[in-house]
């Protein structure tokens, strides 16, 4: 039996349904009128999201995508087409000495214990199988689709943990998407591949120095799609006077390597480190896109702070380091993003470091939307293009392909886009090798004479498995990427392609004659 004020609040949400309403401030001044007539307290958006969905459920309503969409808390999490799962590893040492890094006791390192991941992570002692329950269930609650996933593990460098934990750590976590628990890795991924919440990628943070094709095996085993790289800066200089461990050539490396073997590659870069000014950051920044050993797919823009528990915060203190004013760092972003190519991906500005933290450098948390309202919307990188939630006539979209060199390869990066580019609906990278390592292709026999489809992707509000809604995931984008990179691999006289696939993506492949080999889906053509 529903309580009364459970009654009240689905008779909000019918007259709600019943009424014209087109923005958040129109639905906030309705549900605080309506409330204010029946006497209640204005009534959380979970609550009037349940009440929705049951309405929904005993047919006492008909669909209101547009009010549904209103009521979701945060609808920018799914609106790139998969539900972000972020959790974390729990406290182990570091192999790096960054003068920057905060060192925390307790604490990954790199990382601050109010800091909102680390915060649900505590609250889970950091067991993989609980953050991830918690975070579905959250998701869930504040109205997202939850059946495509991206699992993404933080923690700092994933490649320096125990071979054992890091077994445990993925089969837990895939055990929670699994509503199950299965008695070894492999058991949990087969099972993935048709559970409700699937993984359809999975993340994992490391350095440069700890790539090789050992590392980039295991990581396939493990169903890693992605890899997060601790790269920071491109100059040597920079890299020793902040003690990395590691220099540029280790970064050359390890972006070939997981290029070749079929890896989407995400940056971490660090403006503002000591040694650097804000035109020595630009160039940097404007490298990585000219030099075709660098050619990353997505960034991770983290402006460099100084907090309490790091060696850089001595430093500080004897004025031998200064962070840039919020005028300057402003200003490089605006130009940093002025020459992001339309390839990449900026998935984030700045660190989740909240303000009492931070002792000298940046605390501005709308970086992006200053940097709209300083230069408009200047930047073409995928994360400002992305179709969201709009839907367009197919007439207006064309398919578009860039190609360029990229660590002794080819890159072909294909997209369906708006005739003025301004919105991307779905794209595909196709890797044709050029001089692949051998030992590389020794241990992972299926990337041998292949092309390499490194992702395919569409953008757009995340649709459930076997859902039918007239949304950008249900225009057949993603079969026709496919199709026109099989015809590109054709004038190549390459006849297999090889896709590094998600776990819970798979049987999409396989319905598209890939067959599964070791961890990839192979066709030959």
Same mark, same amino acid.
């Given at each position: 039996?529903?309580?009364? #004020?459970?009654?009240?609040?689905?008779?909000?949400?019918?007259?709600?349904?019943?009424?014209?309403?087109?923005?958040?401030?129109?639905?906030?001044?309705?549900?605080?009128?309506?409330?204010? /007539?029946?006497?209640?307290?204005?009534?959380?958006?979970?609550?009037?999201?349940?009440?929705?969905?049951?309405?929904?459920?005993? /047919?006492?309503?008909?669909?209101?995508?547009?009010?549904?969409?209103?009521?979701?808390?945060?609808?920018?999490?799914?609106? +790139?087409?998969?539900?972000?799962?972020?959790?974390?590893?729990?406290?182990?040492?570091?192999? /790096?000495?960054?003068?920057?890094?905060?060192?925390?006791?307790?604490?990954?390192?790199?990382?601050?214990?109010?800091?909102?991941?680390?915060?649900?992570? $505590?609250?889970?002692?950091?067991?993989?199988?609980?953050?991830?329950q918690m975070r579905l269930r959250a998701l869930k609650m504040t109205g997202h689709d939850t059946d495509k996933c991206e699992l993404i593990v933080m923690g700092g460098t994933w490649s320096y943990?125990?071979?054992?934990?890091?077994?445990?750590? $993925?089969?837990?976590?895939?055990?929670?998407?699994?509503?199950?628990?299965?008695? @070894?890795?492999?058991?949990?991924?087969?099972?993935?591949?048709?559970?409700?919440?699937?993984?359809?990628?999975?993340?994992?943070?490391?350095?440069?120095?700890?790539?090789?094709?050992?590392?980039?095996?295991?990581?396939?085993?493990?169903?890693?799609?992605?890899?997060?790289?601790?790269?920071?800066?491109?100059d040597d200089k920079i890299l020793k006077l902040g003690h990395r461990g590691h220099l540029v050539a280790q970064t050359i490396l390890a972006t070939k390597l997981l290029k070749d073997a079929g890896?989407?590659?995400?940056?971490?870069?660090?403006?503002?480190?000591?040694?650097?000014?804000?035109?020595?950051?630009?160039?940097?920044?404007?490298?990585?896109? +000219?030099?075709?050993?660098?050619?990353? @797919?997505?960034?991770?823009?983290?402006?460099?702070?100084?907090?309490?528990?790091?060696?850089?915060?001595?430093?500080?203190?004897?004025?031998?380091?200064?962070?840039?004013? @919020?005028?300057?760092?402003?200003?490089?972003?605006?130009?940093?993003?002025?020459?992001?190519?339309?390839?990449?991906?900026?998935?984030?500005?700045? =660190? @989740?470091?909240? &303000?009492?933290?931070?002792?000298?450098? &940046?605390?501005?948390?709308?970086?992006?939307?200053?940097?709209?309202?300083?230069?408009? *919307?200047?930047?073409?990188?995928?994360?400002?293009?992305?179709? =969201?939630?709009? #839907?367009?006539?197919?007439?207006?979209?064309?398919?578009?392909?860039?190609?360029?060199?990229?660590?002794?390869?080819?890159?072909?990066?294909?997209?369906?886009?708006?005739?003025?580019?301004?919105?991307?609906?779905? #794209?595909?990278?196709?890797?044709?090798?050029?001089?692949?390592?051998?030992?590389?292709?020794?241990?992972?026999?299926?990337?041998?004479?292949?092309?390499?489809?490194?992702?395919?992707?569409?953008?757009?509000?995340?649709?459930?498995?076997? /859902?039918?809604?007239?949304?950008?995931?249900?225009?057949?984008?993603?079969?026709?990427?496919?199709?026109?990179?099989?015809?590109?691999?054709?004038?190549? *006289?390459?006849?297999?392609?090889?896709?590094?696939?998600?776990?819970?993506?798979?049987?999409?492949?396989? *319905?598209?004659?890939?067959? #599964?080999?070791?961890?990839?889906?192979?066709?030959?053509?």
């Open positions: 039996m529903f309580s009364k #004020l459970n009654t009240t609040i689905e008779q909000i949400i019918i007259k709600l349904t019943k009424a014209r309403i087109s923005d958040q401030k129109e639905l906030n001044a309705a549900v605080k009128k309506l409330s204010c /007539g029946f006497k209640i307290a204005t009534p959380s958006r979970i609550n009037l999201l349940k009440a929705y969905h049951n309405l929904l459920k005993k /047919g006492k309503i008909k669909a209101n995508l547009k009010l549904e969409s209103l009521l979701k808390k945060r609808e920018i999490r799914t609106l +790139s087409g998969v539900a972000p799962i972020a959790v974390l590893t729990k406290p182990f040492p570091c192999p /790096g000495k960054c003068v920057w890094c905060p060192s925390e006791k307790n604490m990954p390192k790199s990382y601050l214990s109010n800091e909102p991941a680390v915060m649900r992570a $505590i609250l889970n002692k950091f067991d993989p199988f609980k953050q991830v943990l125990p071979h054992k934990y890091q077994n445990w750590f $993925i089969k837990r976590c895939f055990d929670a998407f699994n509503l199950i628990t299965s008695k @070894d890795l492999a058991q949990a991924q087969k099972r993935n591949e048709t559970t409700k919440y699937r993984v359809i990628g999975l993340t994992l943070e490391t350095r440069p120095d700890y790539i090789d094709v050992a590392e980039i095996k295991r990581m396939r085993e493990l169903g890693a799609t992605r890899v997060e790289l601790g790269v920071q800066s491109i890896f989407k590659i995400s940056y971490h870069m660090m403006p503002n480190l000591p040694g650097a000014t804000p035109a020595k950051d630009l160039e940097m920044f404007k490298k990585l896109f +000219s030099n075709p050993e660098f050619q990353p @797919d997505m960034l991770k823009i983290y402006p460099c702070v100084v907090t309490k528990n790091s060696k850089l915060y001595s430093w500080y203190k004897q004025g031998k380091f200064k962070a840039y004013t @919020d005028k300057q760092l402003l200003n490089l972003l605006v130009q940093i993003k002025k020459n992001i190519p339309p390839y990449v991906r900026i998935s984030r500005l700045i =660190r @989740d470091i909240p &303000n009492v933290s931070i002792v000298a450098g &940046n605390k501005i948390s709308n970086l992006r939307q200053m940097i709209f309202n300083k230069a408009g *919307k200047i930047c073409q990188c995928i994360r400002c293009r992305e179709a =969201r939630n709009q #839907l367009v006539s197919e007439k207006l979209i064309k398919l578009k392909v860039i190609k360029y060199k990229a660590s002794d390869g080819w890159e072909y990066f294909l997209s369906y886009e708006s005739k003025d580019g301004k919105t991307l609906f779905a #794209l595909l990278r196709l890797r044709i090798p050029q001089k692949p390592d051998q030992n590389l292709i020794k241990e992972l026999p299926e990337l041998r004479n292949a092309a390499i489809i490194r992702e395919l992707h569409t953008y757009g509000k995340l649709i459930p498995l076997g /859902g039918h809604s007239k949304a950008v995931q249900h225009m057949g984008f993603g079969k026709r990427l496919l199709a026109q990179a099989e015809k590109i691999v054709h004038k190549h *006289k390459i006849s297999t392609i090889t896709v590094i696939s998600g776990i819970g993506v798979r049987k999409y492949y396989e *319905k598209l004659g890939y067959k #599964l080999q070791q961890t990839y889906l192979v066709k030959n053509i």
